[in-house]
């Protein structure tokens, strides 16, 4: 059994160096030639879905939807779900990353993006650019609705939809696409290859390179490489 995973082309705020999490950017010019090449990598090599997962997020579903293009395959059903969101980087988000190193240390801002459970400042609820007043979330209890996240919190966020949708689907039989973000597919891989919660934190996963999985009956890796 195959799994694909893609990480969403470089975004405008990737481009710029800010931190992004749930704010809802664009892809830049470099991430939408980065889907294409990864949908024509797709067709070259043959691969083939019967279903794509992707969060609900604009450059994510413009990635999943350029990849299906590309490889001719648009007509695959696609679901979407908060639960593939990236990673909430609370008050961090939208600031430039360098200023923030240099207002708060170097060694502060990498424990709050590479540390596997320390939290970023927490958004207020009352932000203008809360999660909370974002309606695609509205169908959501308020106390689900993050403020921040690290990874630890991501994995725990991420880990229900791939038990309830994704395994499930892979098990039946269906050649699965995921496109996501940098944080919720690293929280799958921690899970699906078994990472430590050390060595998590030096796993990177390229924009735009298709990732394949071969698995065996039990979901267990057998082979893992990029296209």
């Not at 993050?146 to 725990?156: A, Q």
Request: aromatic fraction near 8%; charged fraction near 30%.
């Amino acid at each position: 059994m195959e799994l694909v995973f893609i990480r969403h082309g470089q975004s405008e705020w990737n481009a710029k160096n800010l931190f992004t999490g749930w704010r809802d950017v664009k892809l830049s010019e470099k991430g939408l030639a980065e889907a294409a090449e990864a949908g024509r990598k797709l067709k070259e090599k043959g691969y083939e879905f019967d279903i794509a997962f992707t969060s609900v997020l604009t450059r994510a579903i413009k990635t999943c939807n350029i990849v299906l293009e590309e490889s001719d395959q648009l007509f695959v059903p696609q679901i979407k779900t908060w639960r593939l969101n990236e990673r909430h980087y609370g008050q961090l988000q939208g600031l430039d990353k360098k200023q923030t190193a240099e207002k708060y240390g170097d060694e502060q801002v990498h424990i709050w993006r590479r540390s596997y459970d320390t939290l970023p400042p927490l958004l207020d609820k009352d932000d203008e650019f809360s999660a909370h007043n974002d309606r695609r979330y509205a169908h959501l209890p308020s106390d689900v609705v993050p403020d921040g996240e690290n990874l630890k919190v991501t994995l725990e966020r991420v880990l229900p939809f791939w038990e309830d949708q994704i395994a499930p689907a892979i098990l039946s039989g269906k050649r699965v696409l995921v496109a996501a973000h940098g944080n919720s597919l690293r929280a799958l891989a921690k899970h699906i290859e078994g990472i430590s919660d050390e060595d998590i934190m030096g796993l990177e996963i390229p924009t735009g390179q298709p990732l394949v999985y071969k698995l065996d009956d039990n979901l267990n890796v057998i082979e893992k490489f990029y296209l």
